[in-house]
C-alpha cells in the first residue's frame, strides 16, 4: 500500500506540474467557459491514475438530479478526492478554498487565475461577506458554487457539524443546493500520504428548494438528508 501510494503522488506531482503549467500558458487565449474544462481534465487524469496506481474507483448514484443551469454543491468534507471528484462533475464550477492554497506553487497559481472564493479562516465575519457577494457574482456569470459546509474535513465515516454559509447563499440567490454524500475517507484518509483500495460510494439527492423559505429551514432540510441517507454510502 505504500508503494501504490507513492507511486500515485509521483503520477500526481507529474500531472499537477504539467496541466498546471498549460492552465498558465493557455488561460489568456481560451473562451472563459473553455477554461473550466482544463483544470477538469487534471481532475479526470488524476482519478484516473488513482485507479490505476491505488487501486480506488467509485460507484456513483443520482447522476439524474444534476440540472443543467448553475447550483450550490454541498457536499460532506473527509477528503482531498471529492474536492478533485466534483470539481469535475459539476464543472463549470467555483470553489470555495483556504486562501492559503493559492500560494502553493504551479497549482495554487493556475487556481488563482480562475478566481475561486478564498476565504480567510481566522475572520469568519469576512469569509461569510466573501461567500455572499462573490458567490452571487459566481452564479450571474453561469457557475455552479461548491461548498464543504463542515469547513474542515470529518473523521473517516462520520459527519460532521454543517454551517449555514451555502443555504445562506442559496437562499440569497434564488439557487437550489444539490446536497452530495460520499464515504472517501476510507480510501483517502485525511491527515496520512496511504491509499486503500476500495471503491468510494457516492450519493447525490435531489435538488433542495429555496423558495419562500429561510436560510435556516433550508439548512436543516440538508442537514435531515444528509443525516437521513448517510448509511447509504457507509457513514455512521
Known sequence: MKFRSSLFFLGYATLTFIISSLVILLFWILPPKRRFYLYALW????????????????????????????????????????????????????????????????????????????????????????????????????????????GTRARTGALGKFSRGGAQLAVATGTPIIPVLHNAGYCWPAGTTLKKPGCIEVLIGPPIAVDGKTAKEVAAEFDLWMNTNKSAVGLQ
Not at 75 to 99: A, G, M
Not at 128 to 150: C, H, M, N, T, Y
Open 43 to 150: 481532475c479526470r487524469l488524476v482519478l484516473a491514475w488513482l485507479r490505476l496506481s491505488c487501486g480506488i474507483s467509485y460507484n456513483i448514484r443520482g447522476l439524474e438530479h444534476i440540472p443543467d443551469h448553475p447550483v450550490v454543491v454541498q457536499s460532506n468534507h473527509q477528503s482531498t478526492w471529492e474536492t478533485i471528484f466534483l470539481y469535475q462533475l459539476f464543472t463549470p464550477v467555483c470553489p470555495i478554498l483556504k486562501k492559503e492554497l493559492l500560494d502553493i506553487p504551479f497549482w495554487g497559481w493556475a487556481l488563482r487565475l480562475q478566481q475561486p472564493i478564498a476565504i480567510d479562516r481566522s475572520k469568519p465575519r469576512e469569509a461569510g461577506k466573501s461567500l455572499l457577494l462573490q458567490g452571487a457574482a459566481r452564479i450571474k456569470d453561469g457557475l455552479s458554487i461548491l461548498v464543504f459546509p463542515e
